[in-house]
Nanobody
Framework: QVQLVESGGGLVQAGGSLRLSCAAS????????MGWYRQAPGKQRELVAT???????NYADSVKGRFTISRDNAKNTMYLQMNSLKPEDTAVYYC?????????WGQGTQVTVSS
């Protein structure tokens, strides 16, 4: 089993920045990809960014150039640096870890961007 715990969400004005963290514990050796997803009220959960074991990253078009995903293997922690935030970035952000057979999710952290 893998446990994922997000932190760092909050309320920020448009144009501001936040950094989300996702601390992983348990059988993390089984994880070969991690990512951030978000879900806004009344909408489906959507991909924000992913990072695989080799460090390759992928971003949704809506966040390219504004968000940066990274990981610190020594701390078993993944980050999402969010800059130039927009009101449409408001959502619950979820950390995801993927093994060959399973998907693991954190509990989510709320990000609210005011205009």
């Amino acid at each position: 089993q893998v446990q994922l715990v997000e932190s760092g969400g909050g309320l920020v004005q448009a144009g501001g920045s936040l950094r989300l963290s996702c601390a992983a514990s348990g059988s993390i050796f089984s994880i070969n990809a991690m990512g951030w997803y978000r879900q806004a009220p009344g909408k489906q959960r959507e991909l924000v960014a992913t990072i695989i074991s080799g460090g390759r990253t992928n971003y949704a078009d809506s966040v390219k150039g504004r968000f940066t995903i990274s990981r610190d293997n020594a701390k078993n922690t993944m980050y999402l640096q969010m800059n130039s935030l927009k009101p449409e970035d408001t959502a619950v952000y979820y950390c995801n870890g993927r093994s060959l057979r399973l998907d693991y999710w954190g509990q989510g952290t709320q990000v609210t961007v005011s205009s």
